[in-house]
């Protein structure tokens, strides 16, 4: 299965796409960072749409990831990420994606076992899951955490499936 992971921003937004193989291995396909700069707000929120879904269109995953609101230092800024969020989310729908939402939280508890894990120790934990030799911009990795996060809880789900089908 292909996974898209979002990690939303109003001046980057993140994208991590991965894929799952047999026996719970992992595959990296491609990671990167919108750069969003200083353009008007608005224009910022049509840039993560559009391109986002380009991406989509390019690579074609088969289910998608975000992370959940969180709440921020003020209202400004948790309004603005809420709306950058909408916009990746918006993108991802257009495409008919199933969409996840985890919380940073359960992303870090699943990729790097601790859940207030800092930036640095996610950051190496993805490059040593999915095999990635150079460091990756901040951004990109929690999105490639998302979508690692979204591998392992649709394997968690499709085990205790598999099981109760069985019987077991």
């Given at each position: 299965?292909?996974?898209?992971?979002?990690?939303?921003?109003?001046?980057?937004?993140?994208?991590?796409?991965?894929?799952?193989?047999?026996?719970?291995?992992?595959?990296?396909?491609?990671?990167?960072?919108?750069?969003?700069?200083?353009q008007p707000f608005l224009e910022r929120l049509a840039?993560?749409?559009?391109?986002?879904?380009?991406?989509?269109?390019?690579?074609?995953?088969?289910?998608?990831?975000?992370?959940?609101?969180?709440?921020?230092?003020?209202?400004?800024?948790?309004?603005?990420?809420?709306?950058?969020?909408?916009?990746?989310?918006?993108?991802?729908?257009?495409?008919?994606?199933?969409?996840?939402?985890?919380?940073?939280?359960?992303?870090?508890?699943?990729?790097?076992?601790?859940?207030?894990?800092?930036?640095?120790?996610?950051?190496?934990?993805?490059?040593?899951?999915?095999?990635?030799?150079?460091?990756?911009?901040?951004?990109?990795?929690?999105?490639?955490?998302?979508?690692?996060?979204?591998?392992h809880c649709q394997g968690t789900q499709n085990f205790w499936a598999a099981?109760?089908?069985?019987?077991?």
């Amino acid at each position: 299965m292909r996974i898209i992971g979002i990690d939303p921003g109003s001046l980057r937004t993140g994208f991590g796409i991965i894929e799952t193989l047999p026996g719970g291995r992992l595959r990296h396909v491609e990671h990167g960072c919108l750069q969003l700069g200083r353009q008007p707000f608005l224009e910022r929120l049509a840039q993560i749409h559009q391109r986002l879904r380009a991406i989509v269109q390019e690579f074609r995953p088969e289910t998608a990831a975000i992370e959940a609101v969180f709440l921020a230092r003020n209202a400004d800024s948790a309004l603005k990420l809420g709306q950058a969020r909408g916009a990746a989310l918006v993108a991802l729908l257009d495409a008919a994606l199933p969409v996840a939402e985890y919380s940073a939280l359960q992303i870090k508890k699943a990729t790097v076992g601790a859940g207030h894990a800092d930036k640095t120790q996610v950051e190496h934990m993805v490059r040593r899951l999915l095999g990635i030799g150079e460091g990756i911009q901040a951004d990109a990795a929690d999105a490639l955490a998302c979508a690692i996060c979204h591998a392992h809880c649709q394997g968690t789900q499709n085990f205790w499936a598999a099981r109760e089908i069985g019987g077991q």
